[in-house]
């Protein structure tokens, strides 16, 4: 079985602080990896993913993941927060397989919610 | 862009009703998947489809079904709803192709259950 676990519920940072947002799996095989945003009222936005390669992947509106397999550990960062950044954050992973039907289920984490002020 | 939506925004029912969420996604996408969202539980999957007429049961299906009779749309239905469902309801779809494509999601829907 494959698990996501997001330690903090919470996380607050300074505007123009850098921000992390915690995030480890557990899943057997080679994983990938995701990360998505969701601002209120709203679906969840993608904002980058890992599959193979670079262990920094960088996404959207400034957003970098480090992929560290030793630690088996997906940590979000941003060098220089905005408070537009405030909203809840998802990491989500899947186990490779070479079987690609099956729905590409994802397992999503609890969410941590980032505030960031001025 | 790929265009995920959602029937309707906000949903109040009452206890007993069957009730019926619609998804349409506009981009060919094989698979669809349909979540509830609860605070500080996440996203749990309630059911997915891989083809049309295909689906398969999520980590929580129980008071669930699910319908698919067209590539683009999947419905997800209450049979009875009961307070317990209440809840934020989450569609998705993906590409089968590349095996480890994103998820796009739909706005949601916040279902009331009285």
């Known amino acids: 079985a494959q698990s996501v676990a997001q330690p903090e519920d919470q996380v607050n940072v300074a505007e123009g602080n850098p921000l992390t947002v915690k995030c480890t799996y557990s899943?057997?095989?080679?994983?990938?990896l995701f990360w998505y945003v969701q601002y209120p009222n709203r679906g969840l936005q993608f904002l980058l993913k890992y599959i193979t390669g670079d262990n920094l992947v960088k996404g959207s509106y400034g957003f970098e993941a480090e992929f560290n397999k030793s630690q088996t550990s997906f940590h979000l960062k941003k060098p220089s927060a905005l408070v537009s950044d405030s909203a809840l954050y998802f990491c989500a992973v899947r186990a490779e397989s070479r079987f690609t039907g099956g729905g590409n289920k994802l397992t999503f984490g609890t969410g941590t919610q980032l505030k960031v002020e001025l | 862009d790929v265009k995920v939506t959602q029937s309707s925004r906000y949903l109040v029912k009452r206890t007993g009703e069957k009730v019926f969420l619609e998804c349409v996604q506009d981009?060919?996408?094989?698979?669809m998947f349909w979540y509830r969202q609860d605070p500080g539980l996440g996203l749990r999957l309630i059911y997915f489809?891989?083809?049309?007429?295909?689906?398969e049961k999520g980590d929580i299906p129980e008071g669930y079904s699910v319908s698919r009779e067209k590539k683009e749309r999947f419905s997800l239905i209450l049979e009875s709803a009961s307070t317990n469902q209440t809840s934020m309801y989450l569609c998705a779809s993906s590409p089968t192709s590349g095996g480890y494509n994103e998820q796009f999601f739909g706005p949601g829907t916040r279902l009331t259950v009285l």
């Open positions: 489809s891989y083809d049309v007429k295909m689906k």
């Open positions: 981009m060919d996408h094989e698979n």
């Open positions: 899943v057997s095989g080679n994983p990938y």
